[in-house]
Every structure is written in structure tokens, then in C-alpha cells.
């Protein structure tokens, strides 16, 4: 899911493996503030740096030398020691990302789930209190409007300390929180809105929590000796609690965008300067950079790059989210039945190439030299020390093991589908 938008971070890695990744600066009043815009024009995504938002860290940040950059209308590290040393303190150990950018609302009131279920096509009835479900918002072509994740935080009448929101629920009272990514938060919050009944009270809280990723092996255990009242360890992936950390009270989600283990903690504004600092004891501060590259090794989605408005789920390799078996019905449904009646014509799929010819988003996806796909997102793997991109193609051809050609350069490489994620813990 979870960040937005065009960032092919290893543009910015050298040739050199081992060499540090390189951001192109600019001329701003910090020499820590650096964009993608240089050379990499992306348009109204990343306007000029004072313009920009800036998360409760954003100091923090720049004290640690991180390099800045606009992303989704707010100022952003895109790294601090850098690329590949972040990637690779979240493969072997833990890194901390500040993620407060994204969405963050709150669902209160009577039946919420079947209030959401109207909207997404995952079956939301086997989701109870304390459990978290990552899915897709469906404009009524079956096109994902955002990619999200909906954590059920109990019902009035069965709540318990460890799933207790911040405030008491009143009998029968459901409270659902939504973590949406950042770009589209607007857009998000206008559709849930919309389609919402008006017993639904909705709580835009983006502006009032910050929102930390610890994520990699030790992750774990690193927060569990913050939290002794709490048995983070044994909570599954995908089930949150609250509580507090640190004296402030906290929202622990064993969730993320990186292929490892970890939590995402969310906090108020207040808090987050020292618990970003009590985090910085054991983990690495990692930006954009490190995240876009761990996602991808994940084959994790990115919205307005893998995933839009104008691709189902189905093409998405997402079909595990649609459960057109139950009778509930969503936006989209009737668009998603008659395409998997009538057959997908093009799928998202894993693509590894040799050397350092890496695959970038545009690039075309050619088959005995014809123009058949489109690249969506493409890195060296750092982990795994090969290209690996992700692409739509026609489904014919999207079997693995099916050989295929980027061009990169004017010059074509071949290129293998192979079974996603390309990592895997």
C-alpha cells in the first residue's frame, strides 16, 4: 500500500554497489532539502519545497541530516545515512520511518462495518475487534479509488482493556480506524463521505496523530522491552491493540510496507518527538527511499504507480481481496463479475532481469519485439543483488517462467516472470 505516487528511489543508487545512494540537489535555503523534480520531472505531486506540510518530525529529521524531499504535498526524508544502509538495517535488524504523512480517520457509530462494506469488495463480516484488513476502495468500474487498511477497534458491548479506543463506545456502538495513503487522503475522505450513511460519524484525525513504522527482525522485542504491560510478541500480523507507550497513550498495529515484521505506532503529535527519540536507541531512521525499495522487493503495491483508478483488482494480482462469493453487495461488484466472467485481459506481474539493467516505471514491456506492457515500478534489489520490476502485460503472457524484453535506453534485455513477492522472510 502505503505511501503514494512515482518514486523510482534507485534512479538515485550509483553502479558502484557499495557506494552510498546519491540524491541530485537544489537550490533551497537547507542543503538538506533535495527533490526528485531535478531530473525526474513528476509534475504537481511535488510542488515547490514551501508549500509544503511537514509531520511533527520533521526537525528531527533534518537534525539527523536527512535528505528532504516533497511527496504528496509534505516534505519528507527521502533518506538519512542512506539507501542501501536503511534497506539493509530493515532486512537485518529494525528501522524506524516516520510515516505521519498518510490518512488517518475514525468510523463511529451503528453497524460501520456493514457501513464500509458496502464499499470495498473484501468480505469485512469475519473481521472483529482487534483485527485489521487490508483492502481497496472501488469507484463503479471496479477501479481501485486507494488502497487501505481498516482496523476494527470493538463494538460497545464487547470491548476489552486491550482494544479499548481512546474514548468509550456507547452500546452497540462500532469504531473503525482507517489508515489511507497520503496523496489521496482528500480524495479518500470526500468518497467515504459521500457513501457514508449519516449515522456514521467521521473523524479526520490525520493532522492530530504522528505515525511510526518500526519494522525489520528485532523490531519486535526492541518495542516489547518499551511496552512490558503489553504482550506485543504474541500479537498476530494483522491484530492491533492500544495502549500506551512512554506515558502517552498509543495504538500498536502489527502491520507495514517493508516484507518484515514490525508495528506501526500511532500517537499524538505531543508524543512524538520523544518516542521517535527512545526509538532512535536500537533503530535506524530510514526514509522514501529505503521503504520504496523494501516494498517493491515485497512486490507490495504502490498506489498511483502498480495501482490506480483505472485498474481493477483483479488485474492487480489483488483478486485475494475480492470475495465475490459472499452476497454482500459493493461499488464495483457488477464491473468485477463481468470482467471475471468474461475473462482479465492484462495482470500485474514479477519480472527479474540480469546485471544492472534496471526497469524503470514507463518503461515498455516488449514480446517478440512488440509493445505488449507497461513497467510500473522497477529497482536493484538490494537484498537479493538483481533488477526485479513489476508490470502490467496481457494475461496470456503472464505465466511464470514466460520470457519477455524491457526496453531500457533504446536497447532491449530480456526479462522473466517469476512468482511474486520477489522476498520473502
Known amino acids: 500500500m502505503q505511501t503514494l505516487l512515482h518514486i523510482d528511489c534507485l534512479n538515485y543508487l550509483p553502479s558502484n554497489p557499495t557506494a552510498n545512494a546519491q540524491v541530485p540537489t537544489i537550490d533551497r535555503p537547507s542543503a538538506n532539502h533535495q527533490s526528485f523534480n531535478q531530473t525526474y520531472p513528476l509534475g ?49 535488524s529494525v528501522g524506524a520511518f516516520d510515516i505521519s504523512h498518510m490518512g488517518k480517520f475514525v468510523l463511529t457509530g451503528p453497524d460501520v462495518i456493514g457501513a464500509l462494506q458496502q464499499l470495498v469488495p473484501s468480505d469485512l463480516s469475519r473481521l472483529s475487534a482487534g483485527k485489521a484488513q487490508y483492502t481497496v476502495l472501488l469507484n463503479p468500474e471496479g477501479g481501485i479509488i486507494d488502497d487501505l487498511i481498516v482496523y476494527h477497534q470493538g463494538q460497545g458491548s464487547t470491548q476489552n482493556s486491550a482494544q479499548d479506543s481512546a474514548q468509550n463506545l456507547a452500546e452497540n456502538q462500532q469504531q473503525i480506524t482507517l489508515i489511507v495513503n497520503a496523496g489521496t487522503t482528500d480524495k479518500d475522505k470526500a468518497w467515504l463521505q459521500q457513501h457514508l450513511p449519516e449515522t456514521i460519524a467521521f473523524a479526520d484525525i490525520s493532522q492530530e496523530q504522528a505515525l511510526i513504522a518500526l519494522q525489520g527482525p528485532t523490531a519486535v522485542k526492541n518495542l516489547q522491552r518499551l511496552c512490558p504491560d503489553y504482550d506485543l510478541i504474541n500479537l498476530p500480523r494483522y491484530h492491533h491493540l492500544t495502549g500506551n507507550l512512554l506515558g502517552y497513550p498509543a495504538f500498536f498495529a502489527r502491520t507495514g510496507y517493508t516484507g518484515e515484521d514490525g508495528f506501526e505506532i500511532m500517537v499524538p503529535i505531543a508524543a512524538a518527538k520523544k ?34 483508478d483505472t485498474t481493477t483488482p483483479l488485474e492487480a494480482g489483488l483478486s485475494w481481496l475480492v470475495h465475490l462469493d459472499k452476497a454482500a453487495d459493493f461499488i464495483g461488484r457488477s464491473a468485477l463479475t463481468q470482467q471475471k466472467a468474461e475473462g482479465v485481459k492484462r495482470r500485474l506481474v514479477g519480472l527479474t532481469l540480469a546485471d544492472r539493467n534496471i526497469a524503470r516505471h514507463d518503461y515498455p514491456v516488449l514480446h517478440q519485439g512488440k509493445t505488449v506492457g507497461i513497467i510500473t515500478s522497477g529497482t536493484l534489489s538490494l537484498t537479493l543483488g538483481y533488477p526485479v520490476a513489476l508490470g502490467y502485460v496481457p494475461s496470456d503472457l503472464a505465466k511464470v517462467g514466460q520470457t519477455l524484453a524491457v526496453a531500457i535506453r533504446n536497447k532491449t534485455f530480456p526479462a522473466t516472470v517469476v512468482k511474486r513477492p520477489f522476498y520473502k522472510v
Open 275 to 308: 518516542i521517535w527519540q527512545a526509538f532512535m536507541e536500537f533503530a535506524t531512521p530510514c526514509g522514501l527511499g529505503a521503504r520504496d525499495t523494501l516494498r517493491l522487493e515485497a512486490a507490495m503495491a504502490l498506489y498511483g504507480q502498480d495501482i490506480d
Open 44 to 92: 504537481p505531486f511535488f510542488p515547490p519545497m514551501a508549500t509544503l506540510l511537514r509531520t511533527p518530525l520533521n526537525a528531527l529529521c533534518l537534525q539527523q541530516q536527512a535528505k528532504m524531499t516533497g511527496f504528496s504535498g509534505w516534505e519528507m526524508p527521502v533518506q538519512f545515512s542512506g539507501i542501501r544502509q536503511e534497506h539493509e538495517a530493515v532486512r537485518t
